[in-house]
DNA sequence: TTGTACGCGTTATCAC
DNA sequence: GTGATAACGCGTACAA
């Protein structure tokens, strides 16, 4: 299939080559009847400027791309939204790119800068542990968003926005004994997992610490085969499986997921088994997706404001990009949401 | 910031550019000693090849676009893992495009096609009219998936994949009669809507008539402003605007959403408003999310059969790829799965 | 096995 | 206002 070029745009119109890349960039000093004449002829032959060529000729783009990893994850949904109106709202094309589980981010990051002349960058999801070393290979700024990654104090076009994972946890978790609850199950990620599964985690200890309640193996239940899947599917295994290990013991007075899909999945699991929420046995989750508030019951979770996060977020590139000087580390404040999943226990029951 | 190229990299290394090329592309023919030293510079450089070079350079490549509009729809989670796995198991490259609201993904395809020398493309979602003019300047073969679009009879470079929405639709809502439901109300897309919302509108109707119900227009919720958003708000928004409707008049027995969080939205208005599901009012949903099967109660639903569906659309975008003769338009059956989100009406209701 | 030279399709810099 | 022409960074005939 023969590939129409500029070339022959120009030969067809009987002009020069650079008379036509200035009809299609709207350059200025053009004449108007030219100009449409070729934009005309541009039209009927169906010609399509190619993109690597004009990438690797220009020296600059107004592009910033969005390097996401796990993009069907429901959390991301509207922050992407968000971070998309931020950005195209100043006038930046938008980029989103999703990263394969098993690709590097910043890797991908890194080719993706010298490809289309990037910005800048802002990274969602992954960015578990990276070294130093890669991410100062990026030579535009970034920033890393709803993960709370330490960054090396030298990285200077780098930044974070994020919550505290850990101490978000321990908020929800103090509630809950707060609201009575002593037995207090969790369902969190591997025991290898060092992101937010272990920082949920340890907030979870601390909370229980604080409240002066030992913390018992048998109520932490971690994902199977170090696999890392906040799902629903997930979240029932593991609810079984607590149930399993509940068998001629006393039932929990509450199971906290720490994420809502977990949270929903245990739910099903616990209905499944005859058990009714809250009556029997109160569900908590966190990060405070829409469905959390719509399940039924509606469940108590901690709500990460995803929408202010992701404004900061562009906010904070953009000002790196005019070379301002910026808060390196962003640390939002979530607001525990309460839910009829969660029922309040009488004193008498201690 | 200076950029490395290969020319430096060749300076470097006392060799010739075409050397350091084979070096990096995996070339048979070069000494394994110089290959070595070239990739050990490049590591110490940090050297990264230009993508848009490559491209424009390289006449062809072994990559399968998959072009979705509204990515963060959990429909389409599921499908797209599926279509990389299946993608990436016949040693194709996978490219995720995202394609926003406002654009059109035919040029979109279009574009990227030149820039990435596509060897395939995959529609997801969008693709409501689509002229065959602008699907023609395809040059390689597409498929249109989950989508169930007329195709002009001369793209022979062209296929859909999907399930019969009118068809489907009256399959749910027939069942929903024989189990003695007559006053069904329905969620669906705004009247403007010419794609799914539209055919599922239509099953419901023909159902009603096969079942000698006569349909009111009162029953019938479009969405507002002309905004098709399949949201659980909008889900809830809906069925708020019924229940105001039904103020004096008897309830539905059924609320139908054409899609599953359409159903959930509603289900949560009417728990808001003091019933009970199934027990007062009956809910069915339209596409089998797994957060359908996860719902309390679960929900009626038909479930499009995803996986396959996937499955079927990269192998016959490979076999049109092979240039091979393939069925130009595959209509997958849908399976109704029970739910207790719809109750069996007592025949003494009538 | 290796190096030279050309071309991929576009934009930017000049002259005119 | 317009037209040559030189890059942009890489892959690949072809010659060595």
Redesign the pocket.
């Known amino acids: 299939m023969e ?5 022959e ?2 030969k067809l119109c ?9 009809a ?2 709207n ?5 108007e ?3 449409t004449k070729i934009l005309e002829t541009i039209r009927r032959y169906n ?8 990438n ?4 600059e783009s107004r592009m910033i791309a969005v390097l996401v990893k796990g993009i069907s994850n429901p959390f991301f949904g509207t922050i992407i939204q968000t971070l998309e109106r931020e950005i195209v709202h100043d006038r930046y094309i938008f980029l989103l790119q999703q990263v394969e589980d098993s690709e590097d981010e910043v890797e991908v990051a890194i080719q993706l800068e ?1 490809e289309k002349r990037l910005k800048g960058i802002i990274f969602l999801g992954g960015m578990v542990t990276h070294s130093k070393d890669s991410l100062e290979r990026l030579t535009v700024p970034y920033v890393i968003s709803t993960v709370n990654m330490e960054l090396p104090q030298d990285q200077e076009s780098g930044a974070v926005v994020s919550i505290d994972d850990e101490e978000e946890s321990c908020r929800l978790v103090s509630r809950l004994c707060e609201m009575g609850h002593r037995r207090i199950a969790i369902l969190t990620a591997p025991e290898s997992d060092m992101s937010i599964g272990r920082s949920r985690l340890n907030g979870y200890r601390r909370a229980l610490k604080d409240h002066g309640i030992e913390s018992s193996e048998e109520l932490i239940i971690h994902m199977k085969r170090d696999e890392v899947s906040y799902t629903l599917d997930c979240g029932y295994e593991m609810a079984r499986e607590l149930l399993e290990r509940m068998q001629g013991k006393t039932l929990p007075d509450c199971v906290y997921g720490v994420s809502d899909t977990l949270a929903i999945g245990a739910c099903k699991a616990l209905f499944d088994a005859g058990y009714r929420v809250p009556e029997d046995i109160s569900v908590a989750g966190f990060d405070g997706l829409d469905i959390a508030e719509y399940y039924h019951p509606d469940i108590m979770t901690v709500c990460q404001p995803r929408e202010q996060m992701a404004e900061e977020t562009v906010r904070i590139l953009l000002r790196m990009i005019r070379g301002k000087t910026v808060n390196r580390r962003v640390i939002f404040k979530a607001q525990i949401r309460d839910g009829a999943s969660v029922r309040k226990i009488q004193q008498e029951d201690e």
Chains 1, 2 share one sequence.
């Open positions: 590939q129409i070029t500029i070339r745009i120009a009987g002009v020069g080559v650079s008379t036509v890349s200035r299609i960039n350059h200025p000093d053009i004449n009847e030219t100009k010609y399509v400027p190619n993109n690597s060529a004009r690797l000729k220009r020296s010298k």
